[in-house]
Every structure is written in C-alpha cells, then in structure tokens.
C-alpha cells in the first residue's frame, strides 16, 4: 500500500471511529448576556409561541440534511454539514421555539411570553422553519495532520492537536423562518411580519469531527433570533392591540 492509500485508510479508520461514539447534537446557545435598553418600551401583551412548523424537509435544498452523516463528499470534495441525524432525539424545531421564547423574554419585548400553549394568553405568534442549513469545508490539511500524529502514539496524537487547535474553513450558514403572524386568541390576525431571511458567510472554526458546524449553526442562530425579535418589536410599535 503506497503512502497515499495508507494516509486515506487512517483518515477512514478515524472517521468510523469518531462515528461510532458521536454525541448528541442540540439546538442551544446561552441568553444570560442578552441585554435590552432601558428606555425600549415594553409592549404590555401576553403572548404564546406556538411550535414552529417544520417545512424543511419539503425544500430540495435541504434533502441532504435528513439524508446523510456530517461529513459528506460532493463532486469529489469533503463538506461538514448539520446533519438531521446527530441531533438529539427532542425535534429541532420544538428546540428553536424554546430558544426563541427565552430569548424575548430577555429581550423584554412583551409582558410576558410562554411557550407553545398558555390559555391566559390573548396573543400567539406563529412561523414556519424553513431553512436551519449549515456547511462547510471539510479541513483535509488539518485531517491529515491528525492522521500523522495518530501513527506516532501520544507523542503524536499531541502534536497534531496543537496543529488542529483553532482550525477555520469556508462555510455557509442559512436559517430562514416564514409566514410569521401575530393573532388575537380568537385567531383574529394582528400583524404578519412576512419572512425573515439571513445567510451567513464566513470562514468558522472547523474539526476532523464535523461537530463544529453544529455549535456554528447555533451561534447564528442567535444572532438571527436577536435580529427577528428587533424586527417584531418595530413593527408593533404604533399597531392598535
């Protein structure tokens, strides 16, 4: 076997390794640092977050999210990808509605806001998910470093993680929720604020593993929560409740 059959055996052997004892992967960042201004005014209503709708699957685009792993060639080219199949077993959508209402309620943007079903509520707001998309370069360089070291026992297998350590790739990153409508608790629609769209671009930091896309995708996830609930708190102001 010469040199570079040897290296893709080792890189394959770490892959099924790393496999075989992957984690579960969850829809979470921390709010405990979200702040609001104090002089932003308090829209004084109750409101549910209904779970959100989940049209994901029904998008072409996305069909390689529910049918492969996290790592995934195209065109001859390795990609990391958030794979449906490593999230934990708690359905991602019921997920980013819980992060989504913890998130209002930081950013005090109502009175009070609770999750999916709350009857003392006069107000739900409603959406559809359909784009929660993360991808990017598999880091073949850093790869193969890690290879290398493994053939050199912990001497090795150090070396090559101070190599790894702090690796970025090329990605992108599209989370997309639809349909947004504020009712009444009669189902009398207040406001439909549309769609909400953002694609990030950029180079993220990236592992042998693939698990990195995952807290990446999370990490704009916050971002576009903090960006949506700014837009529904402007286009409230002003509208008879």
């Given at each position: 076997?010469n040199t ?7 890189l394959?052997?770490v ?10 992967q969850?829809?979470i960042?921390?709010?405990?640092n ?15 977050i209904?779970?959100?709708t ?26 990391c ?14 997920q ?5 209402v913890e998130?209002?309620?930081k ?7 609770s ?12 959406g559809?998910l359909s784009?929660?998309y993360?991808?990017?370069d598999y ?10 070291g493994m053939?050199?026992g912990?001497?090795g297998?150090?070396?090559?993680a101070?190599?790894?350590s702090?690796?970025?790739?090329p990605?992108?990153?599209?989370i ?5 409508k ?9 406001k ?22 995952y807290q ?8 576009f ?7 529904i ?7 008879k409740l």
């Amino acid at each position: 076997m010469n040199t570079k059959h040897y290296l893709t055996a080792i890189l394959v052997l770490v892959a099924v390794l790393l496999t075989a004892c992957a984690p579960s992967q969850y829809v979470i960042y921390s709010v405990n640092n979200i702040t609001t201004s104090g002089t932003l005014e308090v829209i004084p209503i109750n409101v549910s977050i209904k779970i959100l709708t989940d049209n994901r699957a029904n998008i072409k685009e996305n069909e390689i999210l529910f049918t492969n792993s996290q790592s995934i060639i195209i065109d001859r080219k390795r990609y990391c990808i958030n794979s449906e199949k490593y999230y934990n077993k708690a359905v991602v959508v019921n997920q980013i509605t819980q992060l989504l209402v913890e998130h209002f309620k930081k950013a005090k943007v109502f009175t009070n806001v609770s999750y999916h079903e709350d009857l003392d509520n006069d107000y739900y707001l409603t959406g559809t998910l359909s784009n929660f998309y993360g991808e990017q370069d598999y880091p073949e360089a850093a790869g193969a470093v890690m290879a290398t070291g493994m053939m050199f026992g912990a001497i090795g297998g150090a070396i090559a993680a101070a190599a790894t350590s702090g690796a970025k790739t090329p990605g992108k990153i599209i989370i997309e929720i639809t349909d947004i409508k504020l009712f009444r608790k009669d189902g009398a629609l207040v406001k439909d604020f549309g769609d909400f769209y953002k694609e990030y671009e950029g180079d993220f930091p990236a592992n042998t593993s693939c698990w990195c896309i995952y807290q990446n995708v999370n990490e704009k996830l916050r971002d576009f929560n903090t960006q949506l609930i700014e837009k529904i708190r402007y286009e409230l102001l002003g509208v008879k409740l």
